[in-house]
């Protein structure tokens, strides 16, 4: 996969536009800029600062004096006070969390779109999508002839074009902003949750029975190469097939199970952390925060040296 995926890189760098088809993610949706690391260290707040701030905005955080990272979360305490009761809730916490994952989703869509809306119209069409990111292999199809990985271009771009239909609700075959975040993210977005479970259905399904096995399960994470015994934690993931995926216990998921492990219901990121954050900084057991109490606890919140967040500080609120 490494030495195709250099190969591809290397050709896009000939066309018009340095994109890539929309290959796969984690399997497990995890809310977006939210990082899998638990609260094991609770000495560094890496966690906590991803997801109050945003990951970009938590590494350059690290550039402010304790003064000026008290500074700018006092004012940020002010925008999560939605209902200005000088209180902060565990909702109003959730909120504000969501908001920034949110932010970053959007984010991401605004710093590729130029790339992508090639007549300027403020719109992205299949076409333009499709020239940006498939133009070198449409125009020169012999050099990929060999490639057989799962991911090739060839492959792609179909599954790139169903995504795409998917997202364009009005079925115009070209998508608007909101369109266009549904495609590159569709994990953020109901109607586009058949088509994530689909696609991973695809990447791991090897004997295209429609159905993920065992074994297929295991391979999507773990090559035997070796011929050794497997890994403690490979064990660990077979007996998590057994006893929380095969839900059915057929031995094998389908696609409501693969839903199930993927997009899992019963456990909100967002919620979580903002119960941790309250119940870590709240001193007088009310199960709401003050600002002092916030400011008391700052670096649990924005970094034991601070972070960059002036360009929230610089946003209007209506942008956040």
């Known amino acids: 996969m490494a030495g195709f995926s250099f190969v591809c890189a290397l050709l896009l760098c000939s066309a018009a536009v340095h994109s890539k088809p929309t290959l796969r993610k984690e ?17 560094s707040y890496q966690y906590d600062h ?5 990951k970009e905005e938590a590494k350059t955080f690290d550039q402010l004096s304790p003064e000026e990272s008290k500074d700018r979360l006092s004012k940020i305490v002010d925008r999560i006070d939605s209902n200005t009761d000088g209180y902060i809730s565990t909702a109003e916490l959730k909120a504000w969390i969501k908001r920034v994952q949110k932010r970053y989703v959007y984010e991401n869509v605004a710093k590729v779109w130029t ?3 090639l007549n300027k119209d403020n719109k992205i069409s299949w ?12 125009a020169n199809p012999e050099e990929f002839e060999d490639a057989t990985d799962q991911f090739s271009f060839k492959k792609m771009l179909p599954r790139d074009e169903r995504r795409f239909k998917a997202a364009d609700l009005n079925g115009d075959l070209a998508a608007d902003k909101e369109e266009f975040t549904a495609f590159l993210h569709p994990e953020e977005f109901e109607h586009m949750k058949d088509i994530v479970v689909l696609e991973t259905l695809e990447d791991i399904d090897k004997n295209g029975d429609g159905h993920v096995d065992e074994d297929e399960y295991i391979a999507d994470m773990f090559a035997h190469e070796d011929g050794g015994p497997e890994p403690d934690w490979v064990r660990t993931e077979r007996e998590q097939f057994s006893d929380f995926r095969d839900l059915n216990k057929d031995g094998k998921m ?12 019963d456990y909100d990121h967002a919620q979580a952390e903002a119960r941790h954050l309250v119940y870590e900084s ?3 057991k009310d199960q ?3 600002k002092d109490e916030i400011l008391e606890n700052w670096n649990m919140f924005v ?5 960059n967040y002036g360009e929230d500080l610089t946003r209007n609120h209506d942008e956040l």
């Open 282 to 284: 709240d001193q007088d």
């Open 288 to 290: 709401m925060l003050t």
């Open 254 to 265: 389908d696609q409501d199970e693969i839903r199930h492990w993927i997009m899992p219901q």
């Open 127 to 138: 076409d333009e999508y499709k020239q940006a990111t498939y133009g070198y292999y449409l």
């Open 303 to 307: 970094g034991s040296q601070a972070t």
């Open 27 to 43: 399997r497990v949706h995890h809310d977006p800029e939210l990082s899998r690391q638990a609260h094991e260290d609770n000495k």
């Open 115 to 117: 790339d992508y809306d």
């Open 50 to 54: 991803e997801a109050f701030l945003g």
